[in-house]
């Protein structure tokens, strides 16, 4: 019994570590061999957190929507790339679309955004993306599906990207994905006529949606998970600077893996935070950073008040529906 417990333990940790790790780091080589950076997306090492670490019950019960969402995605964000349309038409569309899909398919995937938005933000037309988050998705979906088919422990729900409650209140999807919508697209447009492309990189735009979702939304939690993001991104890109493109970046996940888990933080952007600079390729390592910290901070803080102003203007209306109610009531009886 002691035995097939110890057993198990080396098989989950192997599944939740080595086999992120590994990911990252097979994309990070071949993107080297075969000279094109359009290999790396940096939502695979967050997808592999997702499906085989935090393991929330809607992927699962359904482990082929990594693959077939993360596929489709990938090839609508390439197809609106090619398609030249300006990126105040393509990327809203793209983010429209995807919110459409996690709403619709109540997925907790949402890494989606950027699987999406990466080619239209940083011009990557490469049917080689195609091919790599397929090839990702796909090998994560088989391990998912063989690893619950042996029934290697229970599903654990996940604590950030499946819960859209905050301060203990229920607040409907449809109200965060609408209010983040309305942020996002006034951020995109901001970063589009004035700011360098990182400012509104696609881990950005996850990291703001998941911190909607999250059950936290206050000053604290604010304080902690902007000094992780900014964490992350500057790991990322002092490695992939100073200790080389595989390297560096591969140590800059392993570190930033081992801190999430340690400070208990399912926070999967993150880890796409490590490897962002494969595709950013920063010139000034300080304003990257920079841009990196006032993304996540505007998306966050517009994002709360956007989400609060909804709900108090939800609730305000449905109070005098029944005030009005009441009135007549009242005047009935008269």
């Avoid at 109200?175 to 360098?196: D, E, K, Q, R, T």
């Amino acid at each position: 019994m002691r035995l097939k417990a110890i057993t198990k333990l080396r098989s989950d940790y192997s599944l939740e570590y080595l086999v992120p790790v590994g990911v990252v780091a097979v994309m990070l080589v071949v993107a080297k061999i075969t000279g094109d950076s359009a290999v790396v997306f940096p939502e695979a090492g967050a997808l592999a957190f997702i499906t085989l670490s935090l393991r929330p019950k809607a992927i699962v019960n359904r482990a082929y929507l990594v693959v077939l969402l993360g596929t489709f995605d990938a090839g609508l964000g390439t197809l609106l790339d090619r398609a030249v349309l300006s990126p105040y038409l393509a990327e809203p569309l793209a983010l429209a679309i995807v919110l459409a899909e996690l709403y619709l398919f109540e997925s907790p995937l949402v890494p989606l955004i950027s699987i999406t938005m990466l080619p239209i933000v940083f011009r990557i037309g490469s049917p080689l993306y195609i091919l790599s988050v397929f090839v990702v998705s796909g090998a994560l979906t088989l391990i998912s599906y063989v690893r619950e088919r042996k029934s290697v422990g229970p599903a654990e729900g996940s604590k950030s990207l499946n819960d859209s409650a905050g301060d203990g209140k229920e607040v409907s999807k449809l109200l965060i994905f609408g209010a983040f919508f309305v942020v996002a697209m006034l951020w995109i447009s901001i970063s589009n006529a004035y700011l360098p492309l990182f400012f509104m990189a696609p881990p950005v735009i996850v990291s703001g949606l998941d911190w909607l979702m999250g059950r936290k939304i206050n000053s604290r939690f604010l304080l902690r998970r902007a000094g992780l993001v900014v964490f992350s991104a500057a790991v990322g890109e002092i490695a992939y600077r100073y200790l080389g493109h595989v390297t560096g970046s591969t140590l800059a996940f392993v570190t930033v893996l081992i801190v999430l888990r340690l400070l208990k933080d399912p926070h999967p952007p993150l880890l796409a935070f490590s490897i962002l600079p494969q595709v950013v390729h920063p010139t000034d390592p300080v304003l990257y950073v920079v841009g990196i910290f006032s993304g996540v901070a505007v998306l966050y803080l517009l994002g709360a008040l956007a989400l609060y102003s909804f709900e108090f203007l939800k609730r305000f209306k449905a109070k005098q529906v029944c005030l009005d109610r009441s009135i007549e009531h009242m005047e009935e009886a008269e």
